[in-house]
């Protein structure tokens, strides 16, 4: 059977990781690796300057599950490195409380579990169900996490992409089907509110507005509003290649302007040192 790693940013108590993990159970061997309290849009972070402790918990179905007070790139880490006696064939991170689109990706502990995953080589998932609702209903997310894992042989990911899913928040009987999107242009529109505590001392509380910046079809924001499950590959090469190929005319040439300096101390400088920048 496949052997699935589940772990989200909303915590172990997350009612949409209990529902993924509910319906993974049914298809492959489990194991939960999660943060042991929220961590909503913490991105990528990783805990460099503390110790991290897992904690093992009982959960049905599952071959062990662990509590970790870290991040989610965290959990992915150490379940890999440490906690699990398996690798596994996949990751699935979710099912997240609200979207993942847009500017969201590079925010989102849920898809930075998953580009963990993908940079250790490992398949991954990113899944999401749009509303913060708390009596959401996750098993149409659930559902379509089951058929990806099903499908995963055919689909064939490259090395480090990884697939961001996003469910409409509508009954299974009204998604209008599944779209392969790109990451939008969508963006917050966001402040700070100035606000006193019960003591009088000043906080700022993050405020904003989600704004719709895109009316390409395609774009994933926009198939989710119109019904669909949206399904991005994401690969994390961020470099923007046509710029570089513009940018080598106009900025390689500086190296000619730069002085070369001698390295001062006991040696000597190379004979041929060149310059950097």
């Known amino acids: 059977m496949t052997r699935i790693l589940v772990t989200n940013d909303d915590g172990i108590g997350a009612p949409g990781l209990a529902a993924l993990v509910e319906a993974l159970t049914r298809v492959g061997r489990v194991a939960v690796v999660a943060p042991d309290r929220q961590q909503s849009a913490v991105g990528h972070a990783l805990t460099v300057s503390e110790p991290l402790r897992a904690f093992a918990m009982p959960w049905e179905g599952t071959e062990l599950c662990y509590a970790v007070n870290g991040t989610p790139a965290d959990c992915v880490k150490l379940a890999v490195s440490v906690l699990l006696p398996w690798r596994p064939d996949v990751v699935l991170s979710g099912i997240n409380h609200g979207r993942n689109t847009a500017v969201n990706i590079l925010y989102s502990g849920t898809v930075s579990a998953a580009t963990e995953a993908a940079l250790l ?10 509303t913060y609702a708390m009596e959401a209903d996750f098993r149409a997310a659930a559902a379509i996490a089951v058929r990806l894992v099903e499908l995963l042989p055919q689909l064939q990911l490259p090395e480090r992409t990884l697939l961001n899913v996003n469910v409409p928040a509508i009954p299974a009987e009204h998604i209008r089907g599944v779209r392969v999107t790109h990451q939008g242009r969508s963006l917050w529109r966001d402040w700070y ?37 949206s399904i991005t590959p994401i690969r994390f090469e961020l470099t923007d290649t046509a710029t570089a190929q513009r ?18 101390g006991d040696g000597a400088a190379p004979e041929h040192q060149s310059a950097r920048l």
Request: aromatic share 10%; hydrophobic share 40%.
């Open 121 to 130: 080589g490992i398949p991954a998932i990113a899944i999401s169900l749009d």
């Open 193 to 229: 509110e100035r606000r006193q505590d019960p003591w009088g001392r000043e906080y700022f509380w993050l405020a904003g507005e989600y704004e719709l910046c895109d009316s390409d079809p395609d774009a994933d924001d926009v198939a989710l509003v119109q019904g669909y499950i």
């Open 247 to 264: 940018l080598k005319g106009i900025l390689e040439p500086m190296q000619r302007d730069v002085p070369a300096t001698s390295v001062e």
